[in-house]
T-cell receptor, first 114, second 109 residues
Framework: IAGITQAPTSQILAAGRRMTLRCTQDMRHNAMYWYRQDLGLGLRLIHYSNTAGTTGKGEVPDGYSVSRANTDDFPLTLASAVPSQTSVYFC?????????????FGPGTRLTVL | GQNIDQPTEMTATEGAIVQINCTYQTSGFNGLFWYQQHAGEAPTFLSYNVLDGLEEKGRFSSFLSRSKGYSYLLLKELQMKDSASYLCAVMDSNYQLIWGAGTKLIIKP
């Protein structure tokens, strides 16, 4: 593994189903993030984790949950998917949370909820 | 509220220079980032400014004026591979990134 990986690459999901998007990084970064990207809108932060064992809510957390059991993995769960959660989801990580720490992004998961 | 504004789309000619502007209003400021995103791909880091002035990195330069809440990304000697979206993001007082919607740059031969 080099950098950040996400799985699946894409998924079509029926409304009401539960879905977990996976994210793994091998850079030993402390901080990890989940964003969604919708056409015409900027990236919006869903949840973040500044270090293993801690998580926080971003701008649009409703309907999503996360966990950070270890440094490398940061899964995002949709408990009961709704069509408005159709989006491209990006996981990112950074070495620290201070200003000069750039975020590195995974390739994204394209999710369609029908 | 927090707001990042940048033009939706710009067109430029191969070999030319283009300037992409970004204005922001955020709760606190801990730096401004520019990212490049090719269609269907992940954003990749281009530059970071926290002090006023110009930062040059090869064909790309980024400028910041904190008093005006303004930044620009300058791309010189444009190449076809520069066709992409350019995302402006500001780190706020909570050290979270607030993102603009991005500027789609179209390069014509």
């Amino acid at each position: 593994i080099a950098g950040i990986t996400q799985a699946p690459t894409s998924q079509i999901l029926a409304a009401g189903r539960r879905m977990t998007l996976r994210c793994t990084q091998d850079m030993r970064h402390n901080a990890m993030y989940w964003y969604r990207q919708d056409l015409g809108l900027g990236l919006r932060l869903i949840h973040y984790s500044n270090t293993a064992g801690t998580t926080g809510k971003g701008e649009v957390p409703d309907g999503y949950s996360v966990s950070r059991a270890n440094t490398d993995d940061f899964p995002l769960t949709l408990a009961s998917a709704v069509p408005s959660q159709t989006s491209v989801y990006f996981c990112a990580s950074s070495d620290g949370t201070s200003g000069d720490n750039e975020q590195f992004f995974g390739p994204g998961t394209r999710l369609t909820v029908l | 509220g927090q707001n990042i504004d940048q033009p939706t789309e710009m067109t430029a000619t191969e070999g030319a220079i283009v300037q992409i502007n970004c204005t922001y209003q955020t709760s606190g400021f801990n730096g401004l980032f520019w990212y490049q995103q090719h269609a269907g791909e992940a954003p990749t880091f281009l530059s970071y400014n926290v002090l006023d002035g110009l930062e040059e990195k090869g064909r790309f330069s980024s400028f910041l004026s904190r008093s005006k809440g303004y930044s620009y990304l300058l791309l010189k000697e444009l190449q076809m591979k520069d066709s992409a979206s350019y995302l402006c993001a500001v780190m706020d007082s909570n050290y979270q990134l607030i993102w603009g919607a991005g500027t789609k740059l179209i390069i014509k031969p």
